[in-house]
């Protein structure tokens, strides 16, 4: 069993939709929870960061943290062409430094 | 602010040889990550270092190594390319100021895409 699990898509939505995106992980040691951006033929950028359980809102991007079902969720709002990317949620735990990444979203955002 | 930068942007190297990839983290950063990119299996994380040492691992053969400089730049060390290390490999750098104790924000750099014939 991967340590995190996300279902790779794609996914297609037309401009306006609200997006949801998700992860389960299976280690309960997990503490920090990120979702990170990528565009083609570039590197990760980082969206998203979350220590423990709960909801963190910035603009139209929504993270929430369920630890007791072990699930992580991203919601785009009024989705743009602009968001069509891949999205990778990313888990760790304190102390290592080391990120655990899901395989990655692909989402298309069609006009 | 310059971010993290990588070099080469591709590299093809045949079975058997070995790869140097290259690595500077963002000015004030003294944490530098690799991790492998590779088609179907995600980002794998490979090494940390941290203040010129190595600080975790992740679940690679010793064929791949590295090492950081003073400066904290960072090198990744490849030897005897198989076929299946063809990935992007991808650098990030973070401030290091959680000593460990949490998770710094790692910030990513385009990536260096190697490729093995």
């Known amino acids: 069993q991967k340590e995190v699990e996300q279902d790779p898509g794609p996914l297609s939505v037309p401009e306006g939709a609200i997006v949801s995106l998700n992860c389960t992980y299976s280690?309960?040691?997990?503490?920090?929870f990120m979702w990170y951006r990528q565009y083609s033929r570039k590197g990760p950028e980082l969206l998203m960061y979350?220590?423990?359980?709960g909801n963190k809102e910035d603009g139209r991007f929504t993270a929430q943290v369920d630890k007791s079902s072990k699930y992580i969720s991203l919601f785009i709002r009024d989705s743009q062409p602009s968001d069509s990317a891949t999205y990778l949620c990313?888990?760790?735990?304190?102390?290592?430094?080391?990120?655990?990444f899901g395989a990655g979203t692909r989402l298309a955002v069609h006009p | 602010e310059a971010g993290v930068t990588q070099s080469p942007t591709h590299l093809i190297k045949t079975r058997g040889q070995q790869a140097t990839l290259r690595c500077s983290p963002i000015?004030?950063?003294?944490?530098v990550y690799w991790y492998q990119q590779a088609l179907g299996l995600g980002l794998q994380f490979l090494l940390w270092?941290?203040?010129?040492?190595?600080?975790n691992r992740g679940n690679f053969p010793p064929r791949f190594s590295g090492r950081q400089f003073p400066n904290y730049s960072s090198e990744l060390n490849v030897n005897a390319l198989e076929l299946e290390d063809s990935a992007l490999y991808l650098c990030?750098?973070?401030?290091?100021?959680?000593?460990?104790?949490?998770?710094?924000?790692?910030?990513f750099g385009p990536g260096t895409r190697l490729t093995v014939l």
């Open positions: 990030a750098s973070s401030s290091g100021t959680s000593g460990g104790a949490g998770t710094d924000t790692q910030y």
């Open positions: 979350t220590y423990s359980s």
């Open positions: 280690n309960s040691a997990f503490q920090y």
């Open positions: 990313a888990v760790a735990s304190g102390g290592y430094n080391k990120l655990i």
């Open positions: 270092y941290d203040e010129g040492e190595e600080r």
């Open positions: 000015s004030g950063h003294t944490s």
